[in-house]
């Protein structure tokens, strides 16, 4: 089995027998190799770092340190189009903190700052298409598409297991095409777990990530976690805890079924009101709510965070210009200079 990746004029064959692929084994996770001791659980709590547009140097990372954190989010993007097999990456135009040139400044920036990495490559469609929908109608763009995805994130697969990265996601959020080519990934599973070292999960969303067929594969069950969870301008602590309680549950007993922990590949809330009735809604009309984000995030902290099942996650968003980022005034994820900075900083301490 042959596998092409090609960047510029660089063109890396990987020759991989399948007998290979399929005596690959997943690496045990240590850190809950005694569940009985919380006390020996070394949590990821981590930040997901919006790709910087331009190069920064290490001092962009000291509002990561001081939030307490002790992993950092790297995201490269590859940009598609819907119905078509295209794929392109580290194009010329992205940000430098999408490119593999970013991925690498930045993975040597955390490393100044001690803190350790997750690498979780994204793919984007333009005109605003929903990952999870995306599907092709023949048989022939699909396997042109699984050829270029491969391609995609083996590629970062390298760059991850070259530079020690500890954390690998092998996609995010392709609901449809897990559904349609479920073969593809347990192949994919499999070619990556032979190249990377690391540790490897998937971003789920909230509503598909039991639809996963290779969670045998993966070392932590990977969740964007926006579940709804209360439909009150502002929740108090005790509504948010509430409603957590199904998915809460439903997670727990889910998740029994591998014996492998759970991550919050992204979790987050808008400063919002209404801010936990469709926490992925992207319509920012309600009026600004700095307090239901506070207690949002201390709610997932308190549910979850104590939880020897558990092994964190990593809040959506954050930026490298901090100074300037979120504030009083401020509708959007990040919780930079909002009052849920300080619970975030308080559970992260402990």
């Known amino acids: 089995m042959v596998f092409k990746i090609v960047n510029g004029s660089k063109i890396l064959l990987l020759s991989l027998l399948v007998l290979i692929i399929l005596s690959c084994t997943k690496d045990v996770v240590g850190d809950f190799d005694n569940p009985g001791a919380p006390s020996s659980i070394v949590r990821l709590c981590g930040v997901s770092f919006v790709g910087p547009v331009n190069e920064i140097d290490?001092?962009?990372?000291?509002?990561?340190?001081n939030s307490n954190s002790n992993y950092i989010c790297l995201?490269?993007?590859a940009f598609g189009e819907f119905g078509s097999p295209d794929l392109?990456?580290?194009?010329?135009?992205q940000w430098w903190g999408e490119r593999k040139a970013g991925i690498i400044g930045c993975t040597k920036l955390a490393r100044e700052k001690g803190l350790k990495v997750f690498l979780?490559?994204?793919t984007w469609f333009f005109h605003g298409a929903y990952t999870g929908d995306f599907e092709l109608s023949s048989e022939e763009d699909w396997q042109q598409w699984e050829q270029n995805y491969m391609d995609y994130i083996l590629e970062f697969a390298i760059l991850a297991?070259?530079?020690d990265i500890e954390v690998?996601?092998?996609?995010?959020?392709l609901k449809n095409f897990i559904q349609q080519r479920p073969q593809f990934w347990n192949i994919l599973a499999d070619t990556v777990r032979s190249i990377y070292k690391g540790k490897i999960t998937y971003s789920g969303n909230w509503d598909n990530y039991h639809n996963i067929p290779f969670w045998d594969k993966m070392d932590y069950i990977g969740i964007n976690s926006y579940f709804p969870l209360s439909d009150k301008?502002?929740?108090t602590l005790e509504d948010l805890l509430s409603g957590w309680e199904e998915h809460y549950q439903g997670i727990k007993d889910y998740r029994e079924g591998f014996d492998i922990p759970v991550i919050f590949t992204e979790y987050g809330y808008k400063s919002i009101d209404y801010l936990a009735d469709e926490p992925w809604n992207p319509d920012n009309s309600g009026g600004v709510n700095l307090e239901a984000q506070k207690i949002a995030y201390e709610a997932i902290y308190e549910k979850f965070w104590k939880e020897e099942w558990f092994a964190g996650g990593f809040l959506w968003k954050w930026y490298d210009y901090h100074e300037s980022?979120?504030?009083?005034n401020n509708k959007n994820y990040t919780p930079q200079n909002k009052p849920a900075e300080d619970a975030i900083r308080n559970a992260y301490q402990k």
């Open 88 to 93: 392109q990456w580290d194009i010329n135009w």
């Open 75 to 77: 995201m490269p993007f």
């Open 120 to 122: 979780k490559p994204h």
């Open 233 to 235: 301008k502002t929740p």
């Open 58 to 65: 290490a001092s962009g990372l000291d509002p990561v340190i």
């Open 161 to 163: 297991d070259s530079l």
């Open 168 to 173: 690998f996601s092998i996609g995010v959020e």
């Open 325 to 328: 980022a979120g504030g009083a």
